[in-house]
């Protein structure tokens, strides 16, 4: 797979949100107290994945998630292990963010990563995917986030244990792009058109009620049956793929969001990274993620794990 045009599509796409060149940094500034916490003592214990050359690490561009669930009451850890079912022992949830199969490397003045060859090859192995698979079953909760490729092609052996199909392009819907907005690689999930019903979208009660959802790319997904894809892509989207991005298919009757039963465990699925992180972005610090107004980002992120730990 030729990686390095890909990513210079991926720049095109993805940030024809079209920022100067400038590192990405998590959002200092961005509000994570939560009012009335999920959980006031001894809440769910969380496995933050940064064992797999993450992009998104707790402490990194994912901080504003950890530190927003923390204040939720979830108790956050770390991991960097391999996935065993001695090393899942003992958590209640698992987060995993656009793992690769080889680091990404940050140019200084870079604003998207420059993603090697390697980087496509499976992030986990193949007895890392089974304890997983195994843990989930027997009652744990994945969130399982994966972007465009190469993280979809890095993480697809992983999705598969779940009935997960990835299409590892990077997704167009011009029908849900925001009108006041109206950058490629956008895309809206709102009540209208894109979110459905499901205890993620409701939430707890009217003010968790999620109305509009912004994504920055990523790929497409499709669930198994008797998943709900909450998060839906319009029947006119498409998808880029590899290597260049010339070659399109539909991406008609898929999704970016899936929340899905497993066993005795819940996993829920995105396909795209950003829009559960905050970022200052480009020269101008521009907001990028949860941090963006006008958006339900933030509560998409407290209702997946008040589902996820089963407060709703």
Same mark, same amino acid.
């Given at each position: 797979?030729?990686?390095?045009?890909?990513?210079?599509?991926?720049?095109?796409?993805?940030?024809?949100?079209?920022?100067?060149?400038?590192?990405?940094?998590?959002?200092?500034?961005?509000?994570?107290?939560?009012?009335?916490?999920?959980?006031?003592?001894?809440?769910?214990?969380?496995?933050?994945?940064?064992?797999?050359?993450?992009?998104?690490?707790?402490?990194?561009?994912?901080?504003?998630?950890?530190?927003?669930?923390?204040?939720?009451?979830?108790?956050?850890?770390?991991?960097?292990?391999? %996935? *065993?079912?001695? $090393?899942? /022992? !003992?958590?209640?949830?698992? #987060?995993?963010?656009?793992? =690769?199969?080889?680091? +990404? @490397?940050?140019?200084?003045?870079?604003?998207?990563?420059?993603?090697?060859?390697?980087?496509?090859?499976?992030?986990?192995?193949?007895?890392?995917?089974?304890?997983?698979?195994?843990?989930?079953?027997?009652?744990?909760?994945?969130?399982?986030?994966?972007?465009?490729?190469?993280?979809?092609?890095?993480?697809?052996?992983?999705?598969?244990?779940?009935?997960?199909?990835?299409?590892?392009?990077?997704?167009?819907?011009?029908?849900?792009?925001?009108?006041?907005?109206?950058?490629?690689?956008?895309?809206?999930?709102?009540?209208?058109?894109?979110?459905?019903?499901?205890?993620?979208?409701?939430?707890?009660?009217?003010?968790?009620?999620?109305?509009?959802?912004?994504? %920055? *790319?990523?790929? $497409?997904? /499709? !669930?198994?049956?008797?998943? #709900?894809?909450?998060?839906? =892509?319009?029947?006119? +989207? @498409?998808?880029?793929?590899?290597?260049?991005?010339?070659?399109?298919?539909?991406?008609?009757?898929?999704?970016?969001?899936?929340?899905?039963?497993?066993?005795?465990?819940?996993?829920?699925?995105?396909?795209?990274?950003?829009?559960?992180?905050?970022?200052?972005?480009?020269?101008?610090?521009?907001?990028?993620?949860?941090?963006?107004?006008?958006?339900?980002?933030?509560?998409?992120?407290?209702?997946?794990?008040?589902?996820?730990?089963?407060?709703?």
């Amino acid at each position: 797979m030729h990686l390095h045009m890909f990513s210079v599509l991926s720049i095109a796409l993805t940030l024809s949100l079209a920022l100067a060149p400038s590192q990405r940094v998590a959002d200092p500034n961005f509000d994570t107290k939560v009012a009335k916490p999920a959980y006031a003592a001894h809440g769910p214990r969380v496995l933050f994945d940064e064992a797999h050359h993450n992009i998104h690490t707790a402490a990194g561009l994912y901080k504003p998630l950890a530190d927003l669930i923390t204040a939720d009451g979830y108790r956050v850890t770390p991991n960097r292990r391999m %996935f *065993t079912r001695t $090393s899942l /022992k !003992g958590f209640d949830i698992l #987060v995993i963010s656009n793992a =690769l199969g080889a680091a +990404a @490397v940050f140019a200084p003045e870079a604003s998207n990563p420059t993603f090697t060859e390697d980087a496509s090859n499976p992030a986990f192995t193949e007895e890392e995917c089974d304890a997983v698979r195994d843990w989930v079953r027997g009652g744990g909760a994945l969130l399982l986030i994966t972007d465009h490729s190469p993280m979809g092609v890095a993480n697809e052996g992983l999705g598969r244990r779940f009935g997960i199909d990835m299409s590892n392009g990077h997704t167009r819907d011009t029908a849900n792009t925001p009108k006041e907005d109206n950058r490629p690689g956008l895309i809206v999930c709102a009540r209208e058109r894109g979110l459905a019903d499901h205890p993620v979208t409701a939430g707890r009660a009217a003010d968790e009620r999620l109305h509009r959802v912004l994504t %920055f *790319t990523g790929q $497409s997904i /499709k !669930g198994p049956v008797g998943s #709900v894809a909450f998060m839906q =892509l319009a029947d006119t +989207a @498409v998808d880029h793929l590899p290597p260049d991005g010339t070659r399109q298919v539909s991406a008609a009757g898929r999704a970016q969001g899936i929340a899905l039963p497993f066993g005795k465990g819940r996993a829920v699925v995105l396909a795209e990274a950003g829009m559960l992180s905050a970022q200052l972005a480009g020269p101008n610090r521009a907001l990028f993620g949860m941090n963006r107004p006008g958006i339900d980002n933030r509560q998409l992120a407290l209702n997946i794990m008040h589902w996820l730990s089963r407060k709703i």
